[in-house]
Each structure stands twice: as structure tokens, then as C-alpha cells.
């Protein structure tokens, strides 16, 4: 090998070096100590920005009327593939099937 192709060839191991190095940093910031967030009451009562958000409450008048939705979508979605199913057997366009595993 040559002088110049050596220099090459060290210079791509150092930059592809440096360069994982630098992938697998954190990049200098330590998120835990950087905290400017919390206001003053929320830091007296001991409460932290982790703290768990408020679940929502589900009765069971929204689980039908979502259900409902759900179902309606559905429906919609089955006859929206059938007209495509018809309208490519009209065009001659093949129609692939899901193979049954």
C-alpha cells in the first residue's frame, strides 16, 4: 500500500471512531439535575413533574358509544373492500388474497 492510501485508510477508522463515539453519548446533558420546570407550590407539596396524570374515567355510556363507533367503522371499511373488490373484477385487475397460514 502506498503512503497516501495508509493515511486514508487511518483517517476513515479514526472518523468512523469518533463518529460511533459520539452516536453512543448522551450528549452532554444530564436531564435529571435540569429541572426549572416545577413551580414553587408543586416543590413545597413534594410533588414532581413524573407524577402520574389524572385517569380518565369511563362509565358505561361512553365504552358503548364508543363501541358503537368502533362498529360503525367497520362496517364502513367491509363496504368500502367490497366495492373495490367489485370494481377491479369489472376492470380485470387481479385480485390478490391473503394467504391462509
Known amino acids: 500500500m502506498s503512503l497516501t492510501k ?15 463515539a459520539c452516536a453512543g453519548s448522551s450528549g452532554g446533558s444530564d436531564d435529571s439535575s435540569y429541572d426549572d420546570g416545577d413551580d414553587a407550590a408543586a416543590v413545597e407539596g413534594g410533588s414532581s413533574k413524573k407524577a402520574a396524570a389524572p385517569k380518565e374515567v369511563i362509565d358505561e355510556n361512553k365504552l358503548k358509544k364508543t ?4 362498529m360503525a367503522a367497520t362496517e364502513e371499511n367491509h363496504k368500502l373492500r367490497k366495492e373495490i373488490f367489485e370494481a377491479k373484477n369489472k376492470l380485470g385487475i387481479p385480485v390478490e ?3 391462509a397460514e
Open 67 to 70: 363501541e358503537d363507533e368502533a
Open 6 to 20: 495508509k493515511w486514508k485508510l487511518i483517517l476513515a477508522s479514526l472518523s468512523f471512531a469518533l463518529l460511533t
Open 97 to 99: 388474497r391473503p394467504d
